[in-house]
């Protein structure tokens, strides 16, 4: 599809694949199903924020002692996330050239507000994982992130127990926090169901199941991730502060 014959001949049939819609469409159900597993590792490693100080710096600590093989994760994340996106739009601008305006109406009256503002909430996450790492990785947003550090078993260690209290406790940067996983957890609410349509593993009995599961997950990270930011606003860590 969308591949001239002239052109056919010289592409490769995994190439010929790939740009096909089914091809674009399972990039984008794998490189799903990759990132809905960090989100949910990374929940889980920020979750050791209610264990105190000590275990979250120690957990933080371990990751950055991965030393070159920590680079090699995020480029490996970084991939798959310009593959994701690359593919969604991909496929957008296919849509958008096959479907006359007219039928567009007609497809909302099966869609959900799930499913109905993918892009905007996929474009909102993305400028938050932006704004995200300039605030935690990179500690640009308040560079007095990159001096806090703290003594861990006789060792110095950054201090990001701290950093997160700090964060958190301008009420502006939780609301941009709440607001965007909020935003994550609609665009998850659709895409988890739809990777396993695209991927062959669901069916008319099984859809609605999927569908359940999928927005229950979804949820379930919203909850866990804003957990940190509404405990740290409730006072939660204040003596981080002292
Ligand atoms: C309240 C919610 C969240 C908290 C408290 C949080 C916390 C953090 C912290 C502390 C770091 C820096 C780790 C370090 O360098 O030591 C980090 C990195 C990161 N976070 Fe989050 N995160 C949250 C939500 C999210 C979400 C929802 C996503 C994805 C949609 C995300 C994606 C990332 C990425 C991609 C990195 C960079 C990883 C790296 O390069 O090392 N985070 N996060």
Redesign the pocket.
């Known amino acids: 599809m969308g591949v001239s014959t002239s052109s056919a001949k010289s592409v490769s049939p995994l190439a010929a694949w790939l740009f096909s819609s089914i091809g674009k469409k399972t990039v984008v159900a794998v490189t799903g199903i990759f ?1 809905v597993l ?2 949910c590792g ?2 889980l490693g ?1 979750l050791t ?1 209610f264990l105190g100080p000590d275990i979250i710096n120690s957990y ?1 600590k371990h ?2 002692d991965l030393g070159p093989f ?1 680079w090699v ?2 480029a490996g ?1 970084l991939a798959i996330l310009v593959l994701h996106i690359f593919f969604t739009v991909s496929l957008w601008k296919e849509n958008h050239a096959a479907r006359p305006e007219k039928y567009v109406v007609k497809n909302h009256v099966k869609a959900t507000i799930f499913s109905r503002t993918m892009r905007l909430s996929g474009l909102i ?1 993305f400028a ?2 932006i704004f ?2 300039l605030h ?2 990179a500690r640009t947003i308040d560079p007095a992130f990159q001096h806090y550090e703290t003594d861990l078993h006789g060792e110095m260690v ?1 201090n ?1 127990y701290k ?2 209290v700090v ?2 406790s301008v009420p502006w940067v939780s609301a941009i ?1 709440i607001v ?2 909020g935003l ?1 957890a609609f665009h998850l609410s659709h895409g988890i169901a739809s990777l396993f349509q695209t991927l062959g593993l669901s069916n008319k009995q099984l859809r609605p199941r999927f569908e359940f599961a999928g927005r229950a997950l979804a949820w379930l ?1 919203f909850l866990g ?2 957990s ?2 509404v405990a740290v606003l409730l006072g939660v860590g204040r003596e981080a502060l002292k």
Do not use: D, E
Request: cysteine-free; aromatic content about 20%; overall charge positive.
């Open positions: 990132l960090f989100v990374h929940l920020n924020f933080a990751l950055r920590l994760i995020r994340l996450v938050f994982v995200h790492i935690y990785t950054h990001v950093m997160m964060g958190f926090y965007s996983l994550l990270l991730f804003t940190i930011p």
